[in-house]
């Protein structure tokens, strides 16, 4: 019989919980959503306003994966629907995640959180900016430190605060609080930075995707700021053969990183952190902290 639980006055019907999901540690879908219940606060501040997309994976990260934007059959009437401009439908309709109910709900499909660099109430309208940095074998995550540090360093020259995150994969993500920009400018901007990178650090930056130019250096994706494209949550969980998550962490731990191995981090790890630094990407959330695009 499937557990009914109730979350803030819902009822929930929270499937398979001993179902092994991560074969490589044993992890079930029982202690996934005990990690997204005790990770809630910090991850739905960062989910709040932004329509959800969704890379979901209930067999685990070995069996089926698939993209979904549309709230999927099922969806309980209480969960919040945004109506959201489409260039090809007129509109399309995303949910938005704002409470623990709807976080566990959506947690029990088994889904990586993806969200825009906009929130729903000012559609293409950016308030971050990202960049994706992506390693290309042989480069690891300590490249992508060195690529990161150069893109503060250049960032504060222009009057923005950046944070830093893992991907819960390869690379790193390198965010900025913004005020409002349409996200035109805001991916013309990036652009440019990217291939400023490129120009200063040439044996190990390409701002380009072609794969033949990455072997050795480290992708600046800046394509992630157009307003159809989506970047993977903080504290999400990835489908990966062991689940990590895409983790805040200190310029500290960034400048004095050596193995790409110490900048990994899985669930068990989560809790300590925020225990140790709180949010690390508070000023994310924090509109006091937000600056204008140059």
Known sequence: MTPITEVEGRRLALSNLDKVLYATTGTTKGEV????????????????????????????????????????????????????????????????????????????????????????????????????????????????????????ERLDADGLESCVKTSGSKGLHLLVPLERTPSAEVSAYAKALAVEAEAALPDLVVHRMNRSLRPGKVFVDHSQNAAAKTTAAPYTLRAMAEPTVSTPVTWEEIE??????????????????LDRYGDLLSPLTDPGRAGPLP
């Not at 401009?85 to 309709?93: D, W, Y």
């Not at 971050?128 to 893109?151: H, M, Q």
Request: with cysteine.
């Open 33 to 152: 959503l005990h990690y997204y219940a005790r990770t809630a606060d910090p991850l739905l501040a960062h989910l709040a306003n932004r329509p959800l997309s969704f890379l979901r994976y209930p067999d685990g990260p070995d069996g089926q994966r698939f993209f979904t934007k549309n709230p999927p059959p099922g969806t309980p009437s209480w969960v919040r629907i945004a109506e959201l401009p489409s260039s090809t439908a007129g509109t399309t309709r995303q949910l938005v995640v704002g409470d623990l109910a709807t976080l566990m709900w959506a947690a029990n499909l088994v889904v990586e959180f993806h969200t825009p660099q906009w929130q729903a109430d000012a559609p293409g309208c950016a308030d971050r900016l990202v960049f994706d940095l992506d390693p290309g074998a042989p480069a690891t995550a300590v490249e992508c430190c060195a690529v990161a540090l150069w893109l503060r």
């Open 256 to 273: 004095s990183c050596t193995a790409a191995e110490r900048l990994v981090f899985r669930l068990d790890d989560i809790a300590g952190r």
